[in-house]
Nanobody, 115 residues
């Protein structure tokens, strides 16, 4: 089992940047897939970015070129660097871990992009 705790959300102006962190309660180097999802009010939860155990990455088309997912296995932490933020990026961002047997979720962190 693994607990995930997100941090780094907040209010930012359009065009600004934020870095989200997801701290895991155990080692992550062998977790099959870790990712960031987001859910805006009235919308379904959607994949933002994911990273495999060997470092392969995948991005939603709406964030490609603006967001970067990375992980630090030594710190058991996954990051989401968000740049050139837009109002439509406003959502609760959730960290996700998939070890093929189970899927784990964090509690979420709010990101609001507004002037």
């Amino acid at each position: 089992q693994v607990q995930l705790v997100e941090s780094g959300g907040g209010l930012v102006q359009p065009g600004g940047s934020l870095r989200l962190s997801c701290a895991a309660s155990r080692t992550i180097f062998n977790i099959y897939l870790m990712g960031w999802f987001r859910q805006a009010p009235g919308k379904q939860r959607e994949l933002v970015a994911s990273i495999t155990s060997d470092g392969g990455t995948n991005y939603a088309g709406s964030v490609k070129g603006r967001f970067t997912i990375s992980k630090d296995n030594a710190k058991n932490t996954v990051y989401l660097q968000m740049s050139s933020l837009k109002p439509e990026d406003t959502a609760v961002y959730y960290c996700n871990a998939d070890d093929l047997d189970y899927t784990y979720w964090g509690q979420g962190t709010q990101v609001t992009v507004s002037s």
